[in-house]
């Protein structure tokens, strides 16, 4: 597994806004949006593309498109799908499959409740967009998903990662034959006694969407 902290003064700048408890959730979703776009250069670095022929006003040349079949993005529900813009403005063509996970906030391990994806992924190179890797359980059980199905080739696209959720999702992704990269914004200190990212940024979904009980 390969890890990537995007070091940007603007990633940083935009992550410091984020975190502020102040920020209300019209501008926590807009920041999310921008920042999902910065990390999603980075992120697609990798992305197949095949040599495409073209003709200019002045001389035909080769440039590139995108392989196929085309890359899948996959929003984890729901602080996932606050994402789900800024990355598509990057990779208008690709697919979209969907996959609902909540974290149970007393054992905090993760389930699935809903699940929209092709039913064969071989060869496809998947994205992952969730905001937070705390314990890594969710993520784990994401790249599960997409691997049982074939995906070949998968990138998680976090804003925040914690240390110990890093080392969890490393040693539970042992054997898997896919390659797994994730980029993030930050690599933060450590987990609380409740599986919250410290200094993290609190409830991810909840501060998009409202807090859902
Ligand atoms: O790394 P983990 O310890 O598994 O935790 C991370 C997960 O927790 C949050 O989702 P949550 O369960 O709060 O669902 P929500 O997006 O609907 O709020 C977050 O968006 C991740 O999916
Ligand atoms: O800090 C955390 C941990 C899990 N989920 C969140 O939304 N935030
Ligand atoms: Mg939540």
Do not use: W
């Amino acid at each position: 597994m390969r890890t990537q902290v995007v070091d940007h003064p603007l990633v940083s700048h935009k992550l410091t806004t984020l975190r502020d408890q102040d920020t209300d959730s019209p501008t926590f979703r807009r920041l999310c949006d921008e920042l999902v776009t910065l990390l999603a250069y980075e992120a697609t670095r990798e992305v197949r593309v095949i040599a495409a022929d073209i003709t200019t006003p002045v001389s035909p040349t080769t440039g590139v498109k995108l392989a196929t079949p085309k890359p899948l993005v996959v929003p984890i529900l729901r602080a996932g799908l606050g994402m789900l813009d800024g990355m598509m403005r990057l990779l208008p063509t690709a697919e979209v499959g969907f996959l609902g996970m909540l974290r149970n906030e007393e054992t905090l391990e993760a389930s699935t409740y809903a699940e929209r994806l092709p039913e064969d992924l071989s060869g496809r190179q998947c994205y992952v967009l969730d905001p937070m890797l705390a314990t890594g359980g969710t993520l784990a059980a994401a790249i599960r998903f997409l691997t049982d199905r074939g995906a070949d080739d998968i990138t998680a696209i976090c804003l925040l990662a914690a240390p110990e959720g890093l080392a969890r999702l490393e040693a539970g992704l042992d054997g898997l034959a896919a390659p797994v990269t994730v980029v993030t914004a930050a690599l933060d200190e450590r987990l609380n006694d409740k599986g919250y990212i410290v200094p993290g940024l609190g409830d991810a979904g909840d501060r998009m969407y409202g807090v859902a009980h």
